[in-house]
């Protein structure tokens, strides 16, 4: 009996090191759990692109479901979704970089780029406003909802007047600029679409309440409102988007450091409860352990939802790309939610 006492003790311990190993790998399959949650339907299906990546090598990768709905048509990484709001952040790093060429002053009113406006508040809204989303236009031929830079409010018409802004201080359209941004860091699958590469843009899908759908071809997003929300990419493009801006390739370190500091903040179902900041064009979340910077886009009648994700502690991205969004806007971002959730909870961020 005292040598089976004598034991006792070293069988208590192999256990709990056996136990905290399982529980350890557990928390580091990450990619078995995001394999496991999009094959679920019990909320919705998933349709679309995963790629997680960590100082520029893949860490998880899953391209899962249709790019065409009609002809099941598998989707792979690298097909070309429309990335909707993930569009804000890229006209952003345009207008910061012509700030740092002396062509652009942030607190300047928008009148001096854009004196053909006639709007009372073109002489009051200044273009930190616009890309902070503190401007409170809410229609182009109304008053503003509130004093000027004093509240958060969320529109695609801000980010339309910098394309315009964009246009008027490079005398080119906001599709060269764009087209010449891309070309020169290598982001060979990011464009501004038009009649002659849509047909390289996979097909979208709406899901009504009603449990009818329409699948979209091709872009339905005016072509004004482009650089807020209609700018095409790839999931391998965002993350060597990602890696340029947080990296300093894209713009000088106080620019940067100008882009991702707020003055503002908003709630967002991806980020959870709380409050956020909002920078230019880029959500800052540093009420956490872990600090994140990342955005959402939906437009539903284009049948496209985009989630981008930076970590930049451990250079991590997320990004999340589907052709398809739900009326039912609480599901809309169920398993981009989800996928975050599993990732900050693994140890690959630690």
Not at 185 to 202: G, L, R, T, Y
């Amino acid at each position: 009996m005292k040598n089976k006492l004598r034991f006792l003790p070293i069988a208590l311990l192999v256990f709990f090191v056996s136990n905290q190993t399982i529980l350890a790998q557990a928390k580091d399959n990450y990619s078995t759990r995001i394999d496991s949650l999009i094959q679920t339907t019990s909320v919705r299906p998933f349709n679309g692109n995963v790629l997680i990546t960590q100082n520029g090598k893949t860490k998880y990768s899953k391209a899962y479901g249709y790019s065409d709905y009609a002809k099941k048509t598998p989707l792979k990484l690298s097909d070309h979704f429309v990335i909707l709001s993930n569009s804000k952040q890229i006209t952003a790093v345009l207008i910061l970089q012509e700030v740092e060429k002396g062509k652009i002053i942030l607190n300047t009113p928008i009148k001096k780029y854009l004196p053909n406006l006639k709007q009372p508040w073109a002489s009051t809204v200044t273009v930190e406003n616009l890309l902070n989303h503190t401007s409170g236009i809410v229609d182009f031929e109304k008053s503003t909802a509130f004093p000027v830079g004093t509240q958060f409010k969320y529109t695609d018409l801000n980010y339309i007047l910098l394309g315009q802004i964009i246009e008027r201080v490079t005398n080119k359209t906001y599709e060269t600029v764009v087209n010449e941004l891309f070309k020169k860091n290598k982001m060979k699958d990011s464009f501004f679409p038009n009649a002659s590469n849509q047909k390289e843009i996979i097909n979208g899908r709406q899901y009504f309440k009603d449990n009818t759908t329409k699948e979209i071809h091709g872009i339905v997003i005016p072509k004004e409102r482009i650089p807020a929300s209609g700018l095409v990419s790839t999931v391998t493009d965002l993350a060597l988007w990602n890696d340029l801006l947080h990296n300093g390739k894209l713009l000088n370190e106080a620019t940067y450091s100008r882009m991702t500091t707020y003055t503002i903040t908003n709630q967002h179902p991806v980020f959870g409860d709380t409050a956020i900041g909002y920078g230019y064009g880029i959500r800052v979340n540093d009420k956490t352990k872990i600090k994140e910077f990342g955005h959402t886009g939906i437009v539903p009648d284009q049948g496209f939802t985009s989630v981008n994700l930076y970590y930049p502690e451990t250079k991590t991205s997320i990004i999340v790309l589907e052709n398809q969004t739900f009326e039912n806007f609480d599901i809309t971002y169920y398993f981009e939610a989800k996928i975050r959730e599993i990732v900050l909870k693994s140890t690959l961020l630690k």
